[in-house]
């Protein structure tokens, strides 16, 4: 079926280093990839996306991959703050129109002072 | 700051109220969904509604009835809810994904709902 996975449910990393938070999803159909990030008592908070004409993208401080081959995609969070920490989730959509977000598992972000 | 206004922040109701959740967005989109999302879990759909017509119902119990007033507001009607029902209720909006591109989900903060 389909899915849209996390490899490792807690990361910790020292602040002022770069996190990578990872992602695996299973529909290759999926061309359209978001990277949400969830505070305590807060709801999802968009952070970047892609589509899947592009491997990499990039905002303010973070880095989107996206490696179709391997169905991978994966968040980068460099100079890690402690305003970082929270829960990230991958979501998926593709581009038939459908409404239907598939949301991985979830990672939590803790920053180590 | 969030563009998708929930109200209210918190809501504790006995099993044999009614009470109605709101939601609320400015950003001209036409596209507005309920998520329920339990402790340390990713959000589920519940609802949507495209252009103020409902287009997706994931089987939700018909203890939840949902309401699109108009295109910026979204309610989620409550009666007779179970203990298990207790969540957070997150209202999101997107431009509307039948269009030639996809576009992310923007969420309100949600409704902490506990049932007793």
């Known amino acids: 079926g389909e899915s849209v996975g996390l490899h490792l449910p807690t990361l910790s990393v020292q602040e002022g280093d770069n996190s990578i938070i990872n992602c695996a999803y299973s529909n290759s159909a999926s061309d359209y990839f978001i990277w949400y990030k969830q505070e305590s008592g807060k709801g999802p908070q968009f952070i970047i996306d892609?589509?899947?004409?592009?491997d990499k993208r990039q905002g303010q401080r973070v880095t989107v991959l996206l490696n179709k081959t391997v169905k991978h995609l994966s968040l980068q969070i460099a100079a890690t703050q402690p305003g970082d920490s929270a829960v990230y989730f991958c979501a998926e959509n593709n581009a038939s129109g459908t409404y239907k977000y598939i949301f991985g598992t979830g990672t939590r972000l803790k920053v180590l002072a | 700051d969030t563009e998708v206004t929930q109200t209210p922040k918190h809501l504790v109701m006995g099993m044999t109220n009614k009470k109605s959740l709101k939601c609320e967005q400015h950003m001209g989109h036409r596209a507005m969904y309920w998520y329920k999302q339990k402790a340390k879990k990713p959000p589920e759909l519940m609802f949507v509604y495209s252009y103020e017509k409902l287009s997706i119902n994931e089987s939700v119990p018909s203890r939840f009835s949902p309401e699109c007033p108009n295109s910026s507001l979204l309610n989620l009607h409550l009666h007779a809810l179970q203990p298990e029902d207790s969540a957070l209720y997150l209202c999101?909006?997107?431009?509307?994904?039948?269009?030639?591109?996809?576009?992310?989900?923007?969420f309100g903060n949600g409704t902490r709902l506990t049932v007793t």
């Open positions: 892609i589509r899947s004409n592009m």
């Open positions: 999101a909006s997107s431009q509307d994904p039948g269009s030639s591109y996809n576009s992310p989900l923007h």
